[in-house]
């Protein structure tokens, strides 16, 4: 069942989040039977990487919400993440799509869905992880500018036609040849709407006056 709580984790992981499964081989040694065994074991986990502790408790707080699931931050003070080790839970969002900064793509459901919350909630979580913190006119306090960054090229086009079906345009542009990054610029009166609709904790970092 897809809840607003499950989309947002969706866009989470489509803008930080990754998906690995792989097989290790090894030698074990048994101290008790001082013998050496070959062992074979499977990793699988989706990973979601930030380093902002507002966005992180968030993605705590939507899991424990959605899932019933508590986890802790953990990794490096320059590199965060928040793993889901929870086989049940990574059946559940690979259902929806893979993980990984060319791999994700808008799942079907909400894409496709009437229930423009659902794609409101996928979208805040989404512009979390991708996005940069509005440009502000400072003398009028007022955002003129909300943009999003991806490698992502095919789901940056899906962003734009689920931005579309929610009357707000949008402007899609190469950003940096070296990191073959794309950039998503949303200008104006669309930048506010967008902000108005999602509520993005970027922006509760910083209080604007105006979003008219």
Known sequence: MMTQEKAE????????????????????????????????TRHEGIDFGNNNPLILNRFLYLLKKCYKYERRVTGVPNAKKIVIGKKLIIKDLLKFTDYGHLKWRIPNFIFNTRNKILKLYFLRGFY???????????????IIRVRFRSTNLIGLKQIIKLLKDLNIKSNLHFSSRIKKEYELSL??????LFINLTKPLKCRVRRFAELR
């Open 128 to 142: 979390e992880g991708d996005g940069v913190r509005p440009d502000l006119n400072k003398k009028k306090n007022l």
């Open 9 to 40: 984790i969706i866009g989470f992981l489509c803008a930080e989040g990754s998906h690995y499964n792989y097989i290790c081989n090894y030698w074990n040694y048994d101290h008790r039977r001082n013998n050496s065994y070959f062992r074979v």
């Open 187 to 192: 200008y104006g009166k669309n930048a506010r």
